[in-house]
């Protein structure tokens, strides 16, 4: 069962217009999605994700409820290219829900879990590299950076020279058996409070699909595709992907610093973009109670001037 972190928020937030042309840029298992479509009678919906199995479930689903969408089988960094394919030069809104959808942890075989045992793989599309060539082939600088970066794990040297310690043994293949090693890496009363495989998995899904570099790469060329009042919402998970989020907004909500103060500023430096929210919206206590997984989500949303 996947729910949809944030929906109530998030559709009232994008401001819907019946005649509106709007993009998901994760569609994942089509719940932002469907809610969208019921809403644009007279709209088009162009929807992404790099996943085949979300894109297959996404497009049965989306077919009950009207024709008017279409669902491309890539990651939304190719959002402006698809576009302009399709001639559309400009949209009415754009939604990012980021973050591994309940299907893709609970489906075993992909390799995102550390709670159920697999091959060490976290690919969410067709990405050649897996966490297993990331495990067994970084340098202990490389794998150091990730966990302390990506991971914000303060054991992430440790971790790292655990790992290079038994690859050197054999190659560390499975989801658990990497759990194993980072439990040996911090001891166990360190793992049981404070969970240090959840943080080690979340960098290496993030390092194996490219997470953050895509997301800061792609925002601004977004933001530029919406129409005047057309509105921009953003769902993250954790901090690293809100700190990205909440900067690029600010920069494009901000006249640049350069010519702040003059009396006619150029076209080209002024703001973009206005808050719709100045606080990240966060999920409420009954959502909270329905499904664990909201407790890190935020909502961010912006509006084209």
Not at 101 to 130: C, V, W, Y
Not at 170 to 178: F, N
Not at 273 to 299: D, F, Q, W, Y
């Amino acid at each position: 069962m996947h729910y949809s972190v944030l929906q109530k928020e998030l559709i009232a937030g994008l401001n819907i217009k019946e005649d509106g042309i709007y993009v998901d840029g994760t569609v994942g298992y089509a719940g932002d999605a469907a809610e969208i479509l019921k809403r644009i009678k007279r709209g088009y919906l162009f929807a992404f994700d790099a996943d085949d199995a979300a894109v297959l479930y996404s497009n049965q689903k989306l077919k009950k409820i009207g024709s008017n969408f279409k669902i491309f089988n890539t990651n939304y960094r190719y959002i402006p290219e698809v576009l302009k394919k399709e001639n559309v030069d400009f949209v009415d809104g754009i939604i990012f829900d980021l973050g591994v959808s309940s299907p893709q942890i609970d489906n075993k075989e992909r390799g995102f879990s550390f709670m159920q045992d697999a091959l060490l793989d976290m690919r969410l599309g067709k990405t050649t590299l897996t966490a297993q060539d990331v495990v067994n082939n970084y340098s202990l600088k490389e794998l150091t950076n990730i966990f302390y970066t990506y991971g914000e794990e303060k054991n992430a040297k440790k971790i790292a020279q655990e790992i290079v310690a038994k690859r050197s043994i054999k190659p560390i293949l499975r989801t658990l058996e990497l759990v194993n090693v980072i439990k040996d890496a911090c001891g166990s009363r360190y793992f049981y409070e404070k969970h240090p495989e959840r943080k080690i998995f979340q960098a290496l899904r993030i390092e194996v699909n490219d997470e953050l570099k895509i997301l800061e790469e792609t925002l601004p060329k977004v933001i530029k595709l919406l129409k005047p009042q057309g509105r921009l919402a953003v769902i993250t998970f954790h901090s690293l992907e809100d700190r990205i989020v909440k900067n690029i907004f600010k920069k494009y909500s901000e006249v640049d610093e350069l010519v702040r103060g003059l009396p006619n500023i150029p076209q080209e430096y002024q703001a973009l973009i206005k808050l719709v929210n100045k606080k990240a919206i966060t999920p409420s206590n009954e959502e909270l109670k329905e499904n664990s997984r909201s407790h890190s989500a935020k909502l961010r949303i912006v509006e084209r001037i």
